[in-house]
């Protein structure tokens, strides 16, 4: 039956190897669709030569078949000869991707919208049974000629470079993938926000971009992290992070020397860096560790009572604070406190070390914000309270 499905759809026109077969990529394994379409072209020649035989049901004669088995000289009905160009597309990939370092690629194809209507049209015809979609030939023919150009490797699963061939405007257009580099960083220095931010000309993203950079040179940069401290708290305990840098022209990074120039700024110290992926970033994103504050509190009158601030430990109601309501939504969030500790200072300041969930916020556990949070310290001791310090002292990791 399907040899006369295949008489049937070179009688249709000229078709070349890699369209006829294509549509029987899955009866005739173990070779590439070119040459499974001679294949069948040379058994559609043979039969014809050993019984001409007419195909009844669309009052086809064999003489009508021997013709069609020419190809030579004649222009695909269905792929109008792509496969013949794509050598010439591979070329174009292959020289935008000089001096880029890489060792994985993925082929995309945009077909267009020509190219979709004959595919479907012979779809029409044949039946999409044991057939293998012409973009997904593409992608292979074209992965097979860069891994032999550039000597790397094709991969779906991990590439570091995508390569889109446009078949309307017959380029190929590359874009390098990001390089992710997951470690940790402490904030040594108060006053400056871990990422981007218009009113502040330094973060702890810059510090960590400064030697990564040029090293990768790369055209862009980000930083995921597992939360973040406040731009007047330093960070003490190392907190995951994963760094990202776009459009990287190297890859092969000496992490540990990295690290190195990193610490030297004194403002951000870094450590266990290695390399990441995207999926880690979401992993990391994830991440909702407890975390142990140490607050320097002062109050407005001479601090009597401290016992009751062990009423602190437990569930926590605060509303979204004052500081921060124009950029967030006000909502009310339940925390729990976990652990705390009160030390005495000179004058009207105590210490205080609290451990509790993530998204807890400790600055307005110490001065209520007005009666958003609540309880809180300056409620429990009548007191009005101003936080001086703040500091990230432990991230309870798993």
């Known amino acids: 039956m399907e040899i006369y499905r295949a008489a049937k759809t070179l009688l249709k026109g000229p078709i070349c190897d890699h369209c006829l077969g294509r549509q029987f990529a899955a009866l005739l394994t173990g070779m590439a669709n070119e040459e499974r379409g001679r294949a069948i072209r040379l058994t559609l020649a043979m039969e014809y030569e050993a019984k001409p035989f007419k195909l009844d049901v669309d009052n086809f004669h064999g003489i009508g078949l021997r013709k069609s088995l020419k190809t030579k000289g004649k222009e695909c009905r269905v792929c109008n000869n792509i496969f013949a160009k794509l050598a010439g597309l591979a070329g174009q990939a292959a020289g935008q991707l000089k001096g880029v370092e890489f060792a994985t690629f993925l082929v995309g194809t945009k077909l267009s919208g020509t190219l979709v209507a004959k595919e479907e049209s012979l779809w029409e015809e044949t039946g999409i049974n044991h057939c293998e ?134 403002k951000v110290e870094v450590s266990q860096l290695r390399r990441s992926d995207r999926a880690e970033v979401r992993k990391v994103k994830k991440l909702r560790p407890d975390k142990t504050y140490r607050l320097l509190v002062s109050f407005a009158k001479p601090v009597t009572g401290l016992a009751a601030l062990a009423k602190l430990k437990g569930t926590i109601s605060q509303k979204t604070p004052t500081r921060v309501m124009h950029r967030r939504a006000d909502l009310l969030r339940k925390r729990k406190v976990k652990g705390i500790k009160v030390r005495k200072l000179a004058g009207n300041r105590i210490e205080v070390e609290v451990r509790c969930e993530a998204g807890l916020y400790a600055k307005e556990l110490m001065t209520g914000d007005n009666g958003r949070t609540k309880p809180s310290a300056a409620e429990l001791l009548g007191n009005p309270a101003k936080v001086e310090e703040l500091d990230v002292i432990k991230i309870w990791l798993k």
């Not at 390089?179 to 993203?205: A, H, N, S």
């Open 133 to 266: 979609s012409i973009r997904a030939e593409i992608n292979r023919v074209v992965g097979k000629l860069l891994e032999k150009q550039l000597g790397k490797k094709f991969s779906r699963d991990n590439p570091e470079v995508n390569v889109t061939l446009d078949l309307e405007l017959m380029k190929a257009q590359v874009s390098v993938m990001p390089l992710f580099v997951y470690g940790k960083y402490k904030k040594l220095v108060r006053g400056i926000p871990q990422t981007k931010w218009d009113k502040y000309q330094e973060t702890v993203e810059d510090v960590i971009a400064g030697p990564f950079m040029p090293a990768s040179k790369g055209k862009g940069h980000a930083m995921h992290a597992a939360g973040r401290e406040d731009i007047d708290a330093r960070c003490l305990d190392y907190r995951p992070f994963v760094f990202q840098v776009d459009q990287p022209q190297k890859r092969s990074l000496d992490l540990a020397k990295l690290a190195k120039l990193v610490n030297q700024s004194g």
